[in-house]
C-alpha cells in the first residue's frame, strides 16, 4: 500500500477546502466558441454570480471585473459626472472616495479599493507626470496586469499571465511593422516582458525559447484578415482556458474559465469583418501614439 507523500498531501489539501458550486455549476448552460446566441450576457451572470458564490471566490472574481473599473476610473478622473459602465465592482462614490484618499495619502484606503488604483491615481495627479507625455491606458494596464498576476489563485494569476504576454508580443510585432518604438507599448513586469525590453531589436525579442506559444503568436499577427485575426486570438485564449480546467468541475476555477469564456463570445455574438475592422484600426491608433502612419493598401 502507497501512504500519501508530503507533495501528495499539498496537492489535494486545496482541493478539499475548496467550496464546490453542484447544483450552480450543473444548471449552467453549455456553449461554445462558434455558438451565435448567448446564454445570457455577462451582465446576467454577474448578478447570478452574486447571489451563489462565497465570499472569498466573490473577491477572486472581482479581479476579472476590476477591467471595467479601470475604465470608469479614467472617466471620472477626466470628468467627475463621466457615465460608468455597471459591470465594475466601484460604485462611483467609492471611486471618486479613492481619488481623495490618494491626494491625501492616506496610509489605509477603503480595502475595497485594489492597491494598484492608489498608485496610479498618486501618478495622475503629480504635477511631473502630467506634464510628461504619460500614456495613462498603458500604465494604468500595466499595474492592473501585475495586480491580476500576483493573485493568490493559479489559475487567475496564469490567466493574467496569458493575456499579457499576447498582448505584448502582438502589439510589439505591429509595432515594429509600421516603424514605431516597440519597446513603449510593452506593459507589464513579468520576466517575459522584462526580457523583451532588453531585446527589443532582437526577431524573437528574445524570448522565442522562453515564451512557449511565440511561434503561434507570430502566425497570429500575419494573418491578413483583420477580423480573423482577432477571432483565432480569442480562439487560441478559449483553448487555453479549455487546457487548463480540465479537471475543474464545480469549483471557482471551473466559473471563471466559463466566466472569461461568456465574455468572448459576448464579444463576437454580432460582431462583423466591418466591427472587427474597427477595433483593429483603434489598436493601430493608440500604438501610433500621433505619429502618422502610412494605410494599409
Keep these: 500500500m502507497r501512504y500519501p507523500t508530503a507533495i501528495d498531501i499539498r496537492l489535494i489539501l486545496p482541493m478539499l477546502f475548496k467550496n464546490q458550486y453542484y447544483y450552480f455549476v450543473s444548471g449552467l448552460p453549455d456553449f461554445s466558441f462558434d455558438s451565435t446566441k448567448l446564454p445570457f450576457t455577462v451582465e446576467e451572470f454577474r448578478a447570478l454570480l452574486d447571489e451563489e458564490l462565497k465570499p472569498a471566490d466573490k473577491k477572486l472574481l472581482d ?34 472616495e479613492a481619488i481623495d484618499d490618494a491626494s491625501y495619502e492616506l496610509v489605509k484606503p477603503n480595502e475595497k479599493i485594489p492597491s494598484y488604483y492608489i498608485q496610479f491615481i498618486q501618478t495622475w495627479l503629480s504635477d511631473e507626470a502630467q506634464n510628461s507625455g504619460q500614456l495613462w491606458e498603458d500604465l494604468l ?10 493573485t493568490k489563485n493559479s489559475l487567475i494569476a496564469r490567466w493574467f499571465e496569458l493575456n499579457l504576454n499576447i498582448g505584448n508580443v502582438l502589439s510589439a510585432i505591429y509595432a515594429r511593422k509600421y516603424g514605431m518604438d516597440a519597446a513603449r507599448v510593452i506593459v507589464g513586469n513579468n520576466e517575459i516582458a522584462k526580457t523583451m525590453r532588453l531585446n527589443i531589436n532582437a526577431r524573437d525579442f528574445g524570448i522565442g525559447q522562453e515564451l512557449e506559444y511565440f511561434d503561434t503568436l507570430q502566425r497570429l499577427s500575419e494573418e491578413g ?33 466559463y466566466l472569461c469564456k461568456l465574455q468572448i463570445l459576448e464579444r463576437w455574438v454580432g460582431l462583423n469583418a466591418e466591427e472587427g475592422e474597427r477595433v483593429f484600426r483603434q489598436l493601430i491608433e493608440r500604438l501610433k501614439n500621433e505619429i502618422e502612419i502610412p494605410e494599409d493598401n
Excluded: C
Excluded at 470608469?72 to 462614490?93: M, P, Y
Excluded at 494596464?141 to 500576483?150: A, H, P, Q, V
Design 63 to 96: 479581479i476579472y471585473f476590476f477591467s471595467y473599473d479601470n475604465r470608469n476610473l479614467l472617466e471620472i478622473l477626466k470628468n467627475k459626472d463621466a457615465a460608468i459602465n455597471s459591470l465594475g465592482v466601484l460604485s462611483r462614490h467609492e471611486i471618486i
Design 141 to 150: 494596464s500595466s499595474l492592473y496586469m501585475d495586480y491580476g498576476r500576483e
Design 225 to 257: 484578415d483583420i477580423y480573423e485575426r482577432e477571432r483565432k486570438t480569442d480562439k487560441f485564449r478559449w483553448e487555453w482556458l479549455e487546457e487548463n480546467t480540465v479537471f475543474d468541475y464545480f469549483d471557482i476555477e471551473y466559473i471563471f474559465a
